[in-house]
């Protein structure tokens, strides 16, 4: 039977690297044992200041910042829909707003639960094949409140894109434009027109337009003072379109007397 004594390195140098192993095996069991400890519990870099933290009860991965590091700046875990992502958080008063990207969506919350009754936020729909939508939502403060959208829709096949200004589900919503609003399937203009002769229509051509649509409707309304017959005679009697089409009509006026008159027109393509 050998004794203990056989046992043990044959040189002092072939011992000391026994020791050493041994104390390596001895740290990395002690670091196995505290991380298993912890793992329902919370791991930090650092116990204050800007730090990472990984909170083993909500799973949640927590980066601090700001100047003491007491901000949260970001955090990438589950959320309850069962899915998960990466939040990136900031400022603004008079609550913290986060942003969650994953998935296509981008939403914006507040970091407190129950302020808003909905969110707002970006989400972009593809199949890759025939559609890759953006769709733009507001939140709602109350529960009753709905959310306005705007849908950025393609077509495809090479077909012309959709804009929708729209509501939660059946909700319509209403369009205020500060500007002036302009529309391919619009054109307006005026034109003089000066009778040939007295109670003869008399017609003017306007040309150069493009207006899209397939059926195109007119209409047209005369500046003047003496709508209708007049005892005097120097009354409108009328004023009418034909001829309608993407690029152009014919304004007609009929007039008591020969008196240049203005007819304002328009053109709808639908």
Same mark, same amino acid.
């Given at each position: 039977?050998?004794?203990?004594? @056989? &046992?043990?390195?044959?040189d002092a140098?072939?011992?000391?690297?026994?020791?050493?192993a041994?104390?390596? =095996?001895?740290r990395e069991?002690?670091a196995a044992?505290?991380?298993g400890?912890?793992t329902? /519990?919370?791991i930090?870099?650092a116990?204050s200041g800007?730090?990472l =933290?990984? $909170? /083993?009860?909500t &799973?949640d991965?927590?980066?601090?910042?700001?100047?003491d590091g007491? &901000?949260l700046i *970001?955090?990438?875990?589950?959320d !309850?829909?069962g899915g998960g992502g990466w939040?990136? %958080? @900031?400022f603004?008063?008079?609550?913290?707003i !986060?942003?969650f990207?994953g998935?296509?969506?981008? *939403?914006f919350? !507040?970091? $407190?639960?129950?302020?808003?009754?909905m969110?707002g936020?970006?989400?972009?729909?593809t @199949? /890759?094949?025939?559609?890759a939508d953006?769709i733009?939502?507001s939140g709602?403060?109350?529960?009753?409140d709905?959310?306005?959208?705007i849908?950025? =829709?393609?077509v495809s096949?090479g077909?012309?894109?959709?804009?929708?200004?729209t509501?939660? /589900? +059946?909700?319509?919503?209403?369009?205020d434009v500060? #500007?002036v609003?302009?529309?391919?399937?619009?054109?307006? #203009?005026?034109?003089v027109?000066t009778p040939?002769a007295?109670n003869t229509?008399t017609?003017?051509?306007?040309?150069?337009?493009?207006? %899209?649509g397939? +059926?195109?409707i *007119?209409?047209a309304?005369?500046v003047?003072?003496?709508?209708?017959s007049?005892?005097?005679? $120097?009354?409108?009697?009328?004023?009418s !379109?034909?001829?309608?089409?993407s690029t152009g009509?014919?304004v007609w006026?009929?007039?008591?007397?020969l +008196?240049?008159t203005?007819v304002n027109?328009?053109?709808?393509g639908i």
């Open positions: 039977m050998p004794r203990q004594l @056989d &046992q043990l390195p044959p140098t072939s011992l000391a690297r026994r020791l050493a041994l104390e390596r =095996e001895v069991l002690r044992r505290r991380l400890s912890a329902a /519990g919370l930090r870099t116990a800007s730090r =933290e990984l $909170d /083993g009860s &799973q991965l927590n980066i601090y910042g700001g100047s007491s &901000q *970001a955090q990438a875990g589950p !309850t829909s939040w990136s %958080r @900031d603004q008063f008079p609550y913290n !986060t942003s990207m998935g296509g969506t981008v *939403a919350r !507040t970091i $407190d639960d129950g302020i808003i009754a969110n936020g970006l989400l972009y729909l @199949d /890759g094949s025939s559609y953006m733009v939502t709602a403060v109350g529960t009753a709905k959310r306005a959208l849908i950025l =829709e393609t096949g077909g012309a894109p959709y804009v929708y200004v509501g939660d /589900g +059946t909700t319509t919503a209403n369009l500060s #500007g609003t302009t529309s391919g399937n619009l054109a307006w #203009g005026s034109v027109i040939s007295a229509p017609s003017a051509v306007i040309s150069g337009l493009n207006v %899209r397939s +059926t195109f *007119a209409f309304s005369p003047t003072s003496r709508p209708g007049t005892g005097t005679p $120097d009354g409108v009697t009328g004023v !379109t034909n001829n309608i089409s009509l014919n006026l009929n007039r008591q007397n +008196t240049a203005t027109w328009m053109v709808i």
